[in-house]
């Protein structure tokens, strides 16, 4: 543990993540911003830069949430004249999921079909068939996951040859000073945070453990290669300090 976090017993994470993201699903926007002081907003843009996808490109948004990715990467697709590119959004969460669906409702995209969404565990995509994405997206979701190689597992199988996965992920600040300063405002101003704005502790000091718990950058690029993904070079790259970490790799 650390300062006295109670560690959650494997059997119970599936349950206590539902919990968590039921309980944050209203307050989830504005606690990212909040919380990150709207950095994440730059480090999604920068993930879709880095994604760079073609025209017409398949993407399944996993972990999907309230759409930040989905929204970035249409956008995306929507600068270089494609209108053919699609997202399905996959999440544990129905809450979650539902702020998605209620934020994409008015849009273009879902009046011209570009959009689907299903409620599902990262861990088993039985829904989805074999080879039949372009990209696999998982932001700020696998360290929620009881088993993170079995995600990485259905992202392999469900993507097609010469597809891309690609992470976002809260990862391990290096240097020590500023890990110095990053756990205080983990382990102070988060949950303090999440009780002033979300009226709710208990959910903000599980998001801050889930981010210590998760492998370091080098050992998740690992687990990657482990599941039939290549990496370019180390497989990953650090923003802010490596507060954040983008993993990516290539089924060949
Ligand atoms: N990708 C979105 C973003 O970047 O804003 C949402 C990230 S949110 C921090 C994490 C999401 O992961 C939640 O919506 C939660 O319900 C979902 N999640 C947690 N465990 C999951 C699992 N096993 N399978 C699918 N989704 C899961």
């Known amino acids: 543990t650390h300062f006295g976090f109670k560690t959650v017993p494997e059997s ?25 002081m709207g950095v994440h907003r730059l480090w999604k843009d920068h993930f879709i830069r880095k994604m760079n996808p073609t025209p017409g490109a398949k993407l ?4 999907g949430g309230t759409g930040d990715i989905t929204q970035r990467f249409l956008e995306f697709q929507d600068k270089q004249g ?25 849009s273009r995209w879902q009046a011209d079909g570009r959009i689907s969404f299903t409620v599902g565990n990262a861990e088993n995509l039985e829904f989805i068939p074999d080879n039949s994405f372009d990209v696999y997206t998982i932001a700020f979701g696998i ?3 009881t088993h993170p190689e079995k995600v990485v597992r259905e992202a392999y199988r469900v993507l097609k040859p010469g597809g891309r996965f690609m992470c976002l ?14 756990d205080m405002h983990s382990f102070y101003v988060i949950p303090k945070m999440g009780e002033l704005i979300a009226n709710d502790r208990a959910s903000y000091e599980y998001l801050v453990e889930s981010i210590r718990k998760f492998p370091p950058q080098n050992e998740f690029a690992q687990i990657i290669r482990d599941q039939g993904f290549t990496t370019i070079g180390k497989g990953y790259e650090n923003l802010t300090f490596g507060t954040v970490a983008i993993h990516s790799g290539y089924k060949f």
């Not at 399944?60 to 972990?63: C, E, I, M, P, S």
């Not at 209108?83 to 809450?95: L, T, Y």
């Open 12 to 36: 119970m994470k599936e349950s206590l993540v539902r919990n968590v993201f039921s309980n944050v699903a209203s307050s989830y926007d504005i606690m990212n911003d909040a919380m990150s």
């Open 60 to 63: 399944l948004d996993v972990a």
């Open 82 to 106: 494609d209108s053919a590119s699609s997202v399905h959004m996959v999440d544990i969460n129905p809450e979650m999921l539902q702020e998605g669906e209620r934020r994409f409702a008015p």
């Open 143 to 145: 360290r929620n996951c």
């Open 169 to 182: 992920e809260f990862s391990r600040v290096e240097n020590p000073l500023l890990a110095a300063v990053y």
